[in-house]
């Protein structure tokens, strides 16, 4: 059996247990007994003991899987990669694993039993695997098929695990948070104890890579993060600029002057642009629209890098203009058109009513729709690593060449790299920042949310 097997006869299980309950259910009303719940509360609550018990050990198995083979491998290692360096012990461990798969790389003798050793573990784990889950599964429907009865409360206790079961999926989503800021605080705090705080936030020259020469300009590199900041900025106004009115006047458009039949095809083509991968506004912007910026620029006289800030942002601007268009498009939409028609028995037109009553009833959402809007354009990578370089220029000039943070956190981190020197170590400190600027930006769109929505509830 492997694994899809398996998940079919779990599956199949599942649904097995559900009928077994609701049909038992069933019987006992037959006998005239009066059911405390539903038989369809019984057949959900066989099921959930059927399903969480093996759901639950497959999630720790597959946690302690992985280290508890590779250390079992270890010692079918020759003697002489035992001895070795923890790193030389990984990769040994890695191309073990590559040749139990063939996955067409080089064999190595000498790894022969270790791979071997690996096949028979991975047999021996699914079949102990495989008969522990079937048996969980079936013993869950054993003991729910005796406790079901008619004065049992099955509905409290299906609301009851499956409330248990919400919080923990919200638990899940604030640990996971919790974990990157700690990984990334703790590799902040790794850096700055390497390079001055102050120098990072506040320096102007911006050059991680490590001097060959002591006469280098800064021999351990130079961290002013300023040139990035600046960068990621202009960009990012760039972009709101074309994306801000031209989407918001979209949605208006759409929700309160388009007919049917034009909706009906417009939001959808509008939001087509936000479905087209980030490569591709990438090579737009540096084969099309960049070579047109530049000879519009010589055209007039002014000097324009081959690869611009506001050739990027433009590209970004039309790529965000679905972010808030269809957000504004949706919260527009919702305002109570009891608003309206008390405008327009007031006499105002059509424009009015739009101006003065729906834009401002629908402010929350739209402020909302914006600041996801400038998170997004904040941590869009490709567009920029395509059409505005990678240089690291302090300027306000849209005409020359910038980078973001976000390329270069790419940048620090492609490839094999040593998490100890303060080059890479400077990609986690500019994932915080990045991380405090759009919680920051999170947070204001909330107090504004907070604010206005309680003069239209």
Not at 82 to 88: E, V
Not at 89 to 99: D, E, G, T, Y
Request: no cysteine; aromatic share 8%.
């Amino acid at each position: 059996m492997n694994y899809s097997s398996l998940i079919i006869a779990v599956l199949i299980l599942l649904g097995g247990a559900y009928l077994l309950g609701r049909n038992r259910a069933r019987a006992i009303a037959s006998q005239g007994m009066r059911l405390h719940s539903l038989p369809t509360h019984y057949g959900a609550l066989m099921a959930l003991w059927t399903g969480l018990p093996p759901l639950l050990l497959l999630l720790i198995w597959s946690l302690a899987e992985a280290p508890v083979i590779d250390h079992l491998l270890i010692a079918q290692l020759p003697e002489a990669i035992q001895q070795g360096s923890p790193s030389d012990i990984q990769l040994a461990i890695s191309k073990v694993h590559n040749l139990a798969i063939g996955s067409g790389i080089s064999a190595a003798p000498e790894l022969e039993p270790a791979v071997r050793h690996l096949i028979e573990l991975q047999e021996r784990t699914l079949l102990l695997h495989s008969g522990m889950v079937l048996s969980l599964a079936l013993l869950g429907i054993a003991l729910t098929w005796r406790r079901i009865k008619a004065d049992m409360r099955a509905r409290t206790e299906v609301e009851s695990i499956v409330r248990r079961l919400l919080f923990a999926s919200s638990g899940v989503a604030v640990l996971t948070t919790l974990g990157i800021l700690a990984s990334v605080l703790y590799e902040a705090w790794q850096f700055f104890g390497k390079v001055s705080p102050f120098e990072f936030l506040f320096g102007t020259t911006w050059s991680p890579q490590v001097a060959l020469r002591a006469d280098q300009s800064g021999s351990s590199g130079s961290f002013g993060a300023v040139p990035l900041f600046a960068g990621t900025l202009l960009i990012s106004l760039i972009a709101m600029f074309i994306a801000v009115p031209v989407g918001l006047m979209a949605a208006i458009y759409l929700s309160e002057y388009a007919t049917p039949t034009i909706r009906q095809y417009a939001k959808p083509a509008l939001e087509i642009l936000a479905g087209i991968p980030t490569v591709v506004y990438g090579f737009f912007a540096a084969l099309t629209v960049a070579p047109v910026i530049r000879e519009l620029g010589e055209s007039m006289g002014l000097t324009v890098s081959s690869e611009s800030a506001l050739a990027a942002g433009l590209v970004m601007g039309i790529m965000i203009i679905p972010f808030v268009s269809s957000l504004s498009d949706d919260v527009i939409n919702a305002v109570p058109q009891s608003l309206r028609d008390g405008s327009y028995g007031l006499g105002a037109t059509k424009s009015e009513t739009v101006k003065e009553v729906v834009i401002p009833a629908a402010l929350p959402g739209i402020v909302g729709a914006i600041m996801l809007a400038v998170s997004r354009a904040i941590g869009e990578t490709m567009i920029v690593a395509m059409a505005a370089g990678l240089a690291a220029n302090l300027t306000a000039n849209p005409l020359d060449s910038v980078t973001t943070v976000t390329v270069q956190i790419v940048t620090l981190l492609v490839g094999d790299q040593e998490f100890d020197s303060p080059k890479t170590l400077a990609a986690f400190a500019l994932g915080l920042v990045l991380f405090l600027v759009t919680l920051a930006l999170n947070f204001v769109a909330l107090k504004v949310v907070q604010k206005y929505r309680e003069q239209y509830d």
